[in-house]
């Protein structure tokens, strides 16, 4: 309920002003002089005033004055005196007031501007917020978390994100790297720009050339008009390659061309095209072990990676978990349209103890499914996570050494009998 504070000298408009906003279930307190209302306001923290001019001992400038400048600027104010004249309307719009009316007025119009007062204070607060969030957002730990290696992590964003250079960002698979992507683009000089992706494993061969570089009309069958490609498409902006490691070496010739002269030249034409496009680009494997492999050209593999990023697995930054499966329950009891109140500290002890092998993108995953198992607030029972396999045989042994294993049986075959069942249960 809306607490409305009414200042004025006069007991009856005070009384009639009190019994309107009752009737339409508002809070009210009164207050009958300047020095009264002032203190009055300290302890009922009233969502609107409405207040009388002339008042006796402090009269209504000097009270507004001292609401605006001492107590609280958002206040809103709502002017009401018999003295109605345009120049003490300005003065007190000037000053901060919300409205002003002119006594006697109609019931209907005070009650209009209470309201319209009250709407206007409800949005300021909501921008206010929003604000706020973006600000998180900006500081990016409302995205990533807290531990150390986030930290670490938005530090590194932070000292180049607001450069032009080529970036690289390396992780497993689910680790979040196309996030971080993002957040470098939305900090980055050229936010407002294009902002373009493209999975270089998803495109076939035949056609990655086409994609990336655009094409002219009548370049090969069933071109029917020219098309831009991707860099040109995000020239002035960011072009974000995911997954770089797939690009085969044929287009990674052309994309190096590209990288060195910030040229492009489409299919079926010979005029170069000048871009200036800032690239990022993501990979799941090591890319220099590709070019020791000889997957991956050593001359681009140093173009791209001017500055390189390396996302640690979940696993090796736990103390994110929490914030994480909070933030994906907001986001699913949003799309879910779901009432659930949260996690048990049960449920979020279970989370932060399992090992994540498909990383950010799992927790997601294991967050929604709970939600819709969860009845009122998710619970460890209510979260289905998957058995990792063991990744050395020794996880498999109910005891810490070989040794001690082997003792509790007679021969070797029913040792590897033993263990066999094991393994082929988790794997299982």
């Excluded at 339409?24 to 300290?42: E, Q």
């Excluded at 019931?107 to 206007?120: D, Y």
């Excluded at 150390?148 to 080529?166: A, M, P, Y």
Aim: aromatic letters at 8%; charged letters at 30%; glycine letters at 6%.
């Amino acid at each position: 309920m809306k607490k409305i504070l009414v200042v004025d000298d006069n007991i009856d408009t005070m009384s009639n002003i009190e019994e309107l906003l009752e009737i339409h279930n508002y809070n009210v307190a009164t207050a009958s002089n300047g020095k009264t209302a002032l203190d009055k306001i300290k302890s009922y923290n009233p969502d609107c005033v409405i207040l009388d001019m002339k008042l006796p001992i402090m009269d209504g400038w000097t009270v507004m004055d001292k609401l605006k400048t001492e107590i609280d600027n958002g206040l809103i104010i709502i002017v009401i005196t018999a003295f109605g004249q345009v120049s003490s309307a300005v003065r007190a719009i000037k000053k901060g007031a919300f409205d002003f009316i002119e006594k006697p007025f109609n019931n209907e119009v005070l009650l209009i501007s209470v309201t319209r007062g009250l709407s206007n204070q409800k949005i300021k607060k909501e921008l206010f917020d929003l604000k706020q969030s973006l600000l998180k957002i900006d500081d990016g730990e409302e995205i990533f978390g807290k531990s150390s290696e986030t930290k670490n992590l938005i530090k590194q964003i932070k000292s180049v994100s607001g450069t032009d250079i080529s970036i690289l960002i390396e992780g497993e698979t689910g680790s979040g790297k196309e996030i971080v992507a993002d957040f470098i683009q939305r900090t980055s000089q050229r936010k407002n720009k294009q902002y373009i992706k493209v999975d270089c494993g998803a495109i076939p061969e035949s056609l990655i050339e086409s994609e990336l570089f655009g094409f002219e009309k009548g370049a090969f069958t069933g071109a029917h008009q020219k098309k831009p490609g991707k860099f040109q498409t995000a020239d002035g902006g960011t072009l974000f390659l995911d997954e770089i490691g797939n690009l085969p070496l044929s287009q990674q010739r052309r994309l190096l061309r590209v990288v060195e002269y910030k040229t492009i030249t489409p299919l079926g034409s010979k005029n170069e095209i000048k871009i200036n496009t800032r690239l990022i680009c993501a990979s799941n494997e090591n890319l220099f072990k590709l070019v020791s492999e000889g997957k991956f050209r050593e001359d681009l593999f140093y173009r791209l990676s001017e500055y390189t990023i390396s996302v640690s697995p979940l696993r090796k930054r736990l103390d994110d978990i929490p914030h994480l499966a909070k933030t994906f329950f907001k986001e699913g009891r949003d799309e879910l349209n779901s009432n659930l109140e949260g996690f048990s500290d049960a449920a979020i002890q279970k989370l932060t103890k399992y090992e994540w092998p498909g990383n950010v993108r799992q927790l997601r995953n294991i967050v929604r499914r709970a939600m819709l198992a969860a009845k009122i607030k998710i619970k460890p029972e209510d979260i289905n996570l998957p058995i990792a396999i063991a990744s050395d045989i020794n996880d498999i042994f109910m005891d810490s050494s070989i040794e001690v294993f082997l003792d509790k049986f007679s021969n070797i075959k029913e040792a590897l009998s033993s263990i066999s069942d094991k393994f082929e249960k988790q794997l299982l």
